[in-house]
């Protein structure tokens, strides 16, 4: 008898992980049209953009934080204005972002600008992914000695935890994109 329930429990258990999985790589798929032109256009590797998405919203476009960003890479105002300046956009205003493609458009160009800002480090992504969720100032007080260049010890340096959370986060599900795109899954 107690067999039985332990089999019940566990293929009721298989169903719901699948169940889940399924429903995720749903919502994964739902952008990645936006997600590629984007990348195309600002020369970032688009499963990058994919684990930002991934982190900062869930794939939910209609997310909000509560420092004011908006969609799928929670983009602030300052960043969407940036990008609206760049592209010589007249009449742009913060709420646009709240579609997904103009969402990552202007996320994406953000990100593009990080990523060469640290050009010059072993690794520019950890450095990028740190001024996206904390802000340059921020990164400029962890970026000190051999941290200014070494990844690793930039890393360790990050004294707010939820950013050093953020950047490893990021970096693993990056890391799992890569990984499943060599077998066409990602």
């Known amino acids: 008898m107690k067999r039985r329930w332990f089999f019940l429990l566990v293929l009721l258990l298989l169903g719901l992980t699948a169940a889940w999985l399924w429903r995720e790589a749903r919502l994964e798929k739902k952008f990645v049209d936006q997600m590629l032109v984007?990348?195309?256009?600002?020369?970032?590797?688009?499963?990058?953009?994919?684990?930002i998405v991934w982190r900062e919203s869930r794939f939910r476009p209609d997310a909000r934080g509560s420092h004011g960003e908006i969609g799928l890479m929670q983009v602030q105002e300052l960043a969407a204005r940036e990008w609206a300046d760049a592209e010589r956009l007249g009449h742009f205003n913060h709420e646009l972002c709240s579609d997904?493609?103009?969402?990552?458009m202007a996320g994406t160009f953000y990100l593009g600008k990080l990523l060469k800002r640290y050009a010059a480090t072993d690794?520019?992504?950890p450095y990028a992914l740190a001024d996206y969720n904390a802000g340059r100032g921020n990164v400029l007080k962890w970026n000190t000695a051999s941290a200014r260049t070494n990844?690793?010890?930039?890393?360790?340096?990050?004294?707010?935890?939820?950013?050093?959370?953020?950047v490893k986060s990021v970096m693993r599900r990056?890391?799992?994109?890569?990984?499943?795109?060599?077998?066409?899954?990602?």
Do not use: C, M
């Open 38 to 51: 984007a990348a195309t256009r600002y020369g970032v590797d688009p499963l990058l953009v994919k684990a």
């Open 123 to 125: 690794n520019p992504l």
């Open 151 to 166: 990844s690793v010890q930039f890393i360790a340096q990050i004294h707010f935890p939820a950013t050093r959370a953020y």
């Open 100 to 104: 997904p493609g103009t969402n990552t």
């Open 174 to 186: 990056y890391a799992l994109y890569r990984f499943l795109s060599r077998f066409g899954w990602a």
